[in-house]
């Protein structure tokens, strides 16, 4: 007589704690030591890997520790595994001299890959604003299809909706997340002044409404006055541009136009004024009595100097 229950076979734990996906998941999710020859950058990725003082540190950590965070790659169809989140520390341990690099596998489309990869680069802290602005229209374009995929038939919605998603997974508002989009307009001499902070960004931003011959006769202007737009003067050639009254001419006097620094402006607060003043004293009053009082200091010291 056979024992009751003996053909009874019991789960594992780990069968009993988790769903069929998350075992699936977990099997996925093995880290796996691959050599760096099967290694690809992403397609236009669009981060530089610089060799700079962090990278130094990196490669300094990869020789003594290894890479302590895998990276994430997926399946190639030519063979490999493209990267997409671990670039900078695959160049690090090329140049620590390393041959393998714990990754995990993972199968994502297009889409997925896209918006993980921007994701996980989007925290480091110097990142340039082109790649910013290259980084946020790739995810808003994967967002986009994605959102076009679910049925979201009102272009509008989708738009703003995969902006807002963008500015979520950015840490950044929505509106500064649709400027540097507006930056991927300007043509590339442009956007390289803008990373070498010979630009400023919001009137970058301005200058990004101008169409590339438009931009281009801007350049020209700006470099043959030898000065950099303010926000003002930017918004004027905009509104110049839009009015269809844009030239190299324009240009040229806008960018003539001298500015007012802030240097050359010496502001005393009102409060501080009224302290020497009755309060009787208008604004003008106390003007002028500044004024007698500076030309009198002034005949001083000329009297002085000519002692």
Same mark, same amino acid.
């Given at each position: 007589?056979?024992?009751? =229950?003996?053909?009874?076979?019991?789960?594992?734990?780990?069968?009993?704690?988790?769903?069929?996906?998350?075992?699936?998941? @977990?099997?996925?999710?093995?880290?796996?030591?691959?050599?760096?020859?099967?290694?690809?950058? #992403?397609?236009?990725?669009?981060?530089?890997?610089?060799?700079?003082?962090?990278?130094?540190?990196? &490669?300094?950590?990869?020789?003594?520790?290894? &890479?302590?965070?895998? @990276?994430?790659?997926?399946?190639?169809?030519?063979?490999?595994?493209?990267?997409?989140?671990?670039?900078?520390? *695959?160049?690090?341990?090329?140049?620590? =001299?390393?041959?393998?690099?714990? *990754?995990?596998?993972?199968?994502?489309?297009? +889409?997925?890959?896209?918006?993980?990869?921007?994701?996980?680069? *989007?925290?480091?802290?110097?990142?340039?604003?082109?790649?910013?602005?290259?980084?946020?229209?790739?995810?808003?374009? @994967?967002?986009?299809?994605?959102?076009?995929?679910?049925?979201?038939?009102?272009?509008?919605?989708?738009?703003?909706?995969?902006?807002?998603?963008?500015?979520?997974?950015?840490?950044? =508002?929505?509106?500064?997340?649709?400027? #540097?989009?507006?930056?991927?307009?300007?043509?590339?001499?442009?956007?390289?002044?803008?990373?070498?902070?010979?630009?400023?960004?919001?009137?970058? &931003?301005?200058?990004?409404?101008?169409?590339?011959?438009?931009?281009?006769?801007?350049?020209? @202007?700006?470099? +043959?006055?030898?000065?950099?737009?303010?926000?003002?003067?930017?918004?004027?050639?905009?509104?110049?541009?839009?009015?269809?009254? #844009?030239?190299?001419?324009?240009?040229?006097?806008?960018?003539?136009?001298?500015?007012?620094?802030?240097?050359?402006? &010496?502001?005393?607060?009102?409060?501080?004024?009224?302290?020497?003043?009755?309060?009787?004293?208008?604004?003008?009053?106390?003007?002028?009595?500044?004024?007698?009082?500076?030309?009198?200091?002034?005949?001083?010291?000329?009297?002085?100097?000519?002692?």
């Amino acid at each position: 007589m056979r024992e009751y =229950g003996s053909n009874i076979n019991l789960p594992s734990l780990d069968n009993l704690f988790s769903s069929e996906q998350e075992r699936q998941e @977990a099997k996925l999710e093995k880290i796996q030591i691959l050599p760096l020859t099967e290694l690809h950058p #992403f397609r236009n990725h669009p981060f530089q890997v610089r060799d700079d003082d962090e990278m130094d540190k990196m &490669v300094d950590s990869v020789k003594e520790y290894g &890479v302590m965070t895998p @990276a994430i790659v997926r399946p190639r169809k030519d063979g490999g595994y493209e990267i997409v989140a671990g670039h900078r520390r *695959c160049h690090a341990s090329q140049r620590a =001299g390393v041959e393998t690099m714990p *990754c995990i596998v993972r199968d994502m489309d297009d +889409d997925t890959a896209i918006i993980l990869m921007v994701d996980s680069n *989007c925290q480091r802290e110097h990142i340039l604003p082109s790649e910013k602005a290259k980084a946020y229209e790739m995810k808003l374009a @994967a967002i986009k299809r994605q959102g076009q995929r679910r049925d979201l038939t009102s272009g509008q919605v989708v738009q703003k909706l995969s902006v807002q998603e963008v500015a979520d997974g950015s840490g950044e =508002g929505y509106k500064t997340v649709q400027r #540097f989009i507006r930056l991927t307009n300007l043509i590339p001499e442009l956007l390289d002044m803008v990373d070498e902070k010979k630009i400023s960004f919001n009137p970058a &931003v301005e200058l990004s409404y101008l169409d590339e011959s438009q931009q281009r006769d801007f350049f020209e @202007a700006m470099n +043959d006055t030898q000065n950099a737009p303010s926000l003002s003067q930017a918004q004027q050639l905009k509104k110049m541009a839009q009015q269809g009254e #844009f030239s190299y001419e324009k240009a040229f006097d806008v960018m003539g136009q001298e500015k007012k620094s802030e240097k050359d402006t &010496v502001t005393i607060k009102n409060e501080t004024l009224r302290k020497y003043f009755p309060r009787s004293y208008t604004p003008k009053q106390m003007e002028e009595k500044i004024i007698q009082l500076l030309d009198a200091w002034q005949k001083k010291q000329q009297r002085r100097n000519e002692r």
